[in-house]
């Protein structure tokens, strides 16, 4: 695709130190914007004080970096290392580690077709967790939007993904600590520094919610040590699995990969159905079509394969939601070798970010790209799209392994909380986004539910 660019030969433009620093600590979204949409494209580098990363934003360059050359831009270095302490060497591991074993391991729960025959499981958790809502709906009480989708969230990723082998206060207090952990870790990544005995502010809720992961996790890895067991939920599948020298997993590959899959769960799934109803709120025509669809689709009927299929519009806006706010906003990784990116040298030992809240706003390969326009994804107009302009579950060997979970999961929420309820929301417009390591709405958003009132047949 001939994107207009012209990249410019010899050195990455700089993006000198009183534009990024300290804005990129308390508003790192502000400067990645600014300086993305300056560039175009093109290859620059960022002047960060102690260190100083390219910023790859064009397509091309984004596929070069997650797929064409991927073995040659790891993750690792100082944005990975303090992700160590949760996440281990297993699937959310740094590269080199025991990253692959985990990704074949996990991999065949999470093909699209296995992932279809999981929506009746799905359907069931969703609908009991949204029937919570039936009592502040009745009586008009203003709800916690983050909450209650964490809420609806962590049950449906607990019964279908853990088969329940996690109890719900325990699941609610590592959701809990991952929240905290999002944005405690912030400082850490942003200044490189991984070892406990460099503090840093935020360090003591850090290390508390470090521990109660470990505290709900230890007995989960315990019960899959005395497997193998039945079954096709996580840690079954964790016990059953075997290393590539034949011998069962250790406790510590069997730790970080169940707390990956439950951070990677939970964590962006809740925040990207955050974001989605204040910003229907702000687009009522999108609210009106999706209302209509869900109406006319799934009524108060059960959703099956067919009305999945057919919720082309919710499905839309789900992935409009996904360009404008993709809850994985930044994906830095480190350059093992030196390489060339758009004739622009990149150093071996630096590290890149690539960045889908960059990306997928530039106006090179977006029309009108704030504006927020789910029709663009419908089927006719996709097309036209180069496949690294839309990533928000990334590409290549590390592509994210729950998007069909959270792709079915998503729809079945939004269209059951909406075949039962009208939204009004507490007219604080769309939140900024808080510094975290996810995409998060930077305050508490309010809304309140009615009962769709349905005429019952005859
Ligand atoms: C809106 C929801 C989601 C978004 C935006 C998202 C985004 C991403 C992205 C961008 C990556 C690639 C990271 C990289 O290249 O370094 C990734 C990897 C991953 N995601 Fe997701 N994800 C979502 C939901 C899920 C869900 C629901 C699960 C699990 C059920 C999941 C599990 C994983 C895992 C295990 C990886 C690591 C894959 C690997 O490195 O081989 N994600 N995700």
Redesign the pocket.
Known sequence: MSSGVVARRGKARRIPIHRTLPRFITNPYAVLDEVGREAGGEVVRLNLGLFRPYLLTHPDHVQRV?RDNADNYI?GGRFWRPLRHLFGDG??GEDGSG?EH??KT?QPS?TRKYVDSLLDRIGDAVRAGVAELDGPARSGTPLDVGEEMRRIVSRT?VEV?FADKISAVDARRVVDAVDTIGTSVVLRMSLGVTAKSIPVPGDRAYWRAVRTVEEVVVPLVRQAQRGPAEGTDIIALLSRARGADGRELTDAQVRDDIV??FV??NE??T??LTWLWPVLEANPDVARQVHEEVDRVVGGRPIGQSEVADLRYTQAVLDEL?RLY???WV?P?LVRRADVVGGIPIKGGSTVFVS?FVTHKLKEFWERPAEFDPERFLASRRARLHRYAY?????????????H??QL??LVIVATILSRYRPALDGGGIPRPAVAASLRPGRRIEMTLSPVERRLAA
């Open positions: 997650l993750r699937i959310l990253w985990s990704r996990l999470f990723a993904l990956a899959m990677t769960a962006t799934t925040v990207v996904l993709p809850a994985a994906f990784r889908p990533f928000p579950f990334g590409g290549g060997p590390h592509q994210c392994v729950g998007r979970f959270f999961k998503a």
